[in-house]
């Protein structure tokens, strides 16, 4: 529905022409209208009266809309309507366009059966429009006398084929007027060698606007804040579009987000720098070229820096700082992010963010971290609606409740389907009164073995091999993502096993403790290749004090089971299945020794590695297998 609150045309025009009158450079030439135009402070012409208005109506066959009959009869016709199109129709000048461009072959052809009804609508513009571009920079303007809402009001397309971009639609022809004058407004927000100030009351309203949403931001009002950053960044003012990008990038949003050229700023390429660098690094597949296109403007010195920090992105070493009392609780999230625990890592975060203090006038909000490969994945949409909304940089507010942690209790989560549905077997050992940088001397072979830099999860899976150029089929060394399992425990986790063999399998629990115990779970009840299977084994002291293997619809178990982990309450009679066998199990083990894995940071994070043991025996005499040899070019 169109805005139908009451609109006064002669102020709005009046305005807008005493603005542009204003920005005009001296001794430039122009038109002798433009002149005429400049010199009396009026785009528009002279306005039309009733009869004229019915007149062309009569011409056309239609009743013009609301908002454009009251146009004319204050202006017939307008110079300079943004910044492409130089004549704007009149009632003389109105005219059915009746595919005048030739482009209604071209858009229609571009429908497929797929299309929607405003696809559709696009493409039929071109011969039902009613045009009003008199003179453009090859820019149309029609309105479109089928588009139309409850109050008369017919939809006005916008179309430049250098703007490769599809029509665009504006509610009413007040509608497009009004974007026209935010247009112009950013087009001359920035202006250039040898043109006058762009000063007005319009800008001096905005720039307050902008001022207000920056302290509302530091409040905690972040959604008053983008509202009013929003509303002067549509006019093009300088200040708004870095501001708001800060909020949106906080909210998860990437699309178009450059900081409006604040990353360029000395003051502020510490904080906003390390952003942009890490876009280009997720999206650019190693083409640097386009590294400088984020930096316009900047100084040639910037790629330096940029360059350095981007190979340490690509390399996983890059690390966020900041100063006072929020950097030491950056240090000490990043910690915590790296063994896992990015519920206590974020509430570090948030813990000192009242502390926090910007680096300059046009710095909102902490958002460098982001870019660090351990913080980053501490971030979500709710997360950062909660940083935005507490108090900072001096300012006061109310503090916001927590988000809730996203790291469920226990292990039980292991059994929801992921997303991908990758997540069908995995194994784990958790091993007590050890660290987790202890665990690689505990699971591989040798004492040398050290951890790997930080990896995602499709990294660990796509990586496993590499560096090994060829090795028997019967190791089964798995690359292990490493961290805590609470208090007292660390795990190491592999989320994509090699199948299991339970002729051949070596459980490596009793090798992986000394004084405490450690634990073994290997879960393949919904695999999707060969007989479910579970096993669970516990060791103590290096010594085995019970296990079981499900599997080929048997139990077979050793030593004494205590009776929370008894298999037989869980998968009954052997023939039963095993559809309900591995929450209930996965719940009990967690319980039994006080232990759970970090959902967040083994889904979404970065994790150290290690390469373990192998999890099969050699084979034995008259036992054959296959070995593989792999070359890497």
Not at 64 to 69: A, C, D, E, T
Request: net charge negative; glycine share 12%; proline share 7%.
């Amino acid at each position: 529905m169109t805005d139908t609150t009451a609109f006064d045309w002669r102020p709005f025009l009046v305005e807008w022409s005493a603005e542009w009158a204003d920005c005009q450079p001296e001794g430039e030439t122009r038109s002798a209208d433009d002149a005429s135009a400049r010199r009396s402070r009026w785009l528009g012409l002279p306005p039309a009266d009733e009869e004229r208005v019915a007149a062309a109506e009569a011409r056309l066959g239609r009743r013009l809309p609301p908002s454009y009959r009251e146009f004319l009869m204050v202006s017939d016709g307008w110079r300079h309507a943004g910044g492409f199109v130089w004549l704007l129709a009149g009632t003389a000048d109105a005219r059915w366009h009746d595919d005048a461009s030739g482009l209604a072959d071209t858009f229609e052809e571009d429908l497929d059966e797929e299309a929607g009804p405003q696809e559709r609508r696009e493409a039929g513009i071109w011969r039902r429009g009613l045009q009003l571009d008199v003179a453009s920079d090859a820019t149309y303007v029609l309105m479109d006398p089928e588009d139309v809402d409850e109050d008369g009001e017919w939809a006005v397309y916008t179309w430049a084929g250098w703007r490769a971009a599809p029509p665009e639609r504006h509610a009413s022809f007040r509608a497009f007027m009004r974007e026209m004058h935010r247009e112009f407004h950013r087009l001359r927000a920035c202006p250039g060698e040898g043109e006058p100030e762009f000063v007005n009351d319009t800008t001096r309203r905005l720039d307050g606007l902008v001022e207000e949403a920056r302290l509302e931001a530091l409040r905690g009002d972040w959604e008053g804040a983008l509202r009013l950053l929003d509303e002067a960044g549509a006019y093009g003012r300088p200040r708004a579009a870095g501001l708001g990008d800060q909020i949106r990038r906080l909210l998860g949003k990437t699309y178009m987000v450059d900081f409006g050229g604040l990353a360029t700023d000395p003051r502020y390429t510490p904080e906003l720098l390390p952003l942009l660098t890490a876009e280009h690094a997720a999206h650019s597949y190693r083409d640097d070229r386009t590294l400088s296109f984020h930096f316009r403007g900047a100084e040639a010195d910037l790629m330096g820096p940029a360059l350095t920090m981007l190979d340490g992105m690509r390399k996983g070493t890059y690390a966020y700082t900041a100063s006072g009392a929020f950097g030491e609780a950056v240090e000490r999230a990043r910690e915590l992010a790296r063994w896992g625990d990015t519920d206590a890592a974020w509430r570090e975060l948030t813990g000192a963010l009242p502390s926090w203090e910007p680096l300059g006038p046009d710095h909102l909000a902490p958002v460098g971290w982001i870019a660090d490969p351990l913080l980053g994945p501490l971030l979500t949409a709710e997360r950062g609606r909660e940083l935005l909304s507490t108090p900072r940089g001096g300012e006061a507010g109310e503090t916001p409740g927590p988000t809730p942690p996203l790291d469920p209790p226990g292990l039980a989560w292991l059994a929801e389907p992921d997303p991908g549905g990758s997540r069908t077997c995995y194994r784990f050992v958790l091993v007590e009164g050890v660290e987790p940088e202890e665990l690689p001397a505990r699971l591989a072979d040798g004492g040398g073995t050290v951890l790997n830099d930080p990896m995602t999860s499709w990294q660990a899976r796509h990586g496993s091999s590499r560096g090994r150029g060829e090795f028997p089929a019967y190791e089964d060394r798995a690359l292990l993502a490493v961290g805590r399992a609470g208090a007292g425990w660390s795990f190491a986790f592999d989320g994509d096993p090699a199948p299991f063999d339970r002729q051949r399998f070596v459980p490596l629990a009793a090798a992986a403790c000394s004084g405490g115990r450690a634990v073994v779970v290997w879960s393949g009840l919904r695999t999707r290749h060969g007989d479910p299977f579970f096993h669970l084994s516990v060791a103590r002291g290096g010594v085995e004090q019970y296990a079981f293997t499900y599997g080929e619809g048997e139990i077979r178990e050793s030593g004494h089971i205590p009776e929370a982990l008894r298999p037989d309450q869980y998968f009954g009679d052997p023939g039963d299945g095993a559809d309900d066998a591995e929450r209930a199990l996965l719940a009990a083990v967690g319980r039994e020794f006080g232990v759970h894995l970090p959902r967040q940071a083994l889904v979404h994070g970065k994790l150290h590695t290690c390469t373990s043991r192998s999890w099969t025996r050699p084979p034995r005499d008259g036992e054959g297998y296959l070995e593989v040899r792999v070359h890497m070019c």
